[in-house]
């Protein structure tokens, strides 16, 4: 079976050799660039949760994500951009524990789409609260949170709650945590991997 894009790719490379048409080439070299670009992401974003799963780092995914941004760029896709640019900036911060290198890419990120932006925002908090500006911190994942509700994304809103009931509890707000981590314990009942987190978050508030 022909995927849509290998019947397109054939379809251009006889136009460029059998009709001399020199615009097929270009036409081609974008069509492939931008399913490189794609796969390099969706690589990435595997070995990311490889990452996560047994915290050894395989160099191929910062290669992967860098390859992505780069193809991205050449296509002029903002969008594709953003993204990749936010999965770049969660190597240097999650994998590498090197904020300050990530932070420019979360920022670029904040160019993409909503659920991107919340990510990002997310990600620039936890930077913020590396550097100790707790207020800052909190106005991202607030703003983390916003767009995750307005996506109605339930998983995504109860990993944003969790950030935001330890600043809570940390500022003596103890009531307005507990509310917190209640609500994300409701939208995560069907997340087993945001339960973990949660219960996490309630051992660290309790020790």
Known sequence: ????????????YERATFAADPRALAEGEALLDSIEADLAL?????????????????????????????LYVKLDDPTGEAEARFWLGL???VVRGDTDTAAPHFERALAGDPLVRSYAARHLGFHAQAKGDTGQAERHFEESLRLRRELGHGPATAAALLPLATLAAEAGRADEATAMLAEAERLAERAPGVQSWIAATRADLDG
Do not use: C, I, S, T
């Not at 079976?1 to 251009?12: K, P, S, T």
């Open 91 to 93: 190597v240097h911060q």
């Open 42 to 70: 969706a690589r990435g974003r595997l070995l990311h949760a490889k990452f996560l799963a047994d915290r050894q780092e395989d160099p191929a995914e910062l290669a992967n994500f860098e390859r992505a941004v780069a």
């Open 1 to 12: 079976m022909v995927d849509a894009w290998q019947a397109r790719a054939n379809e251009l």
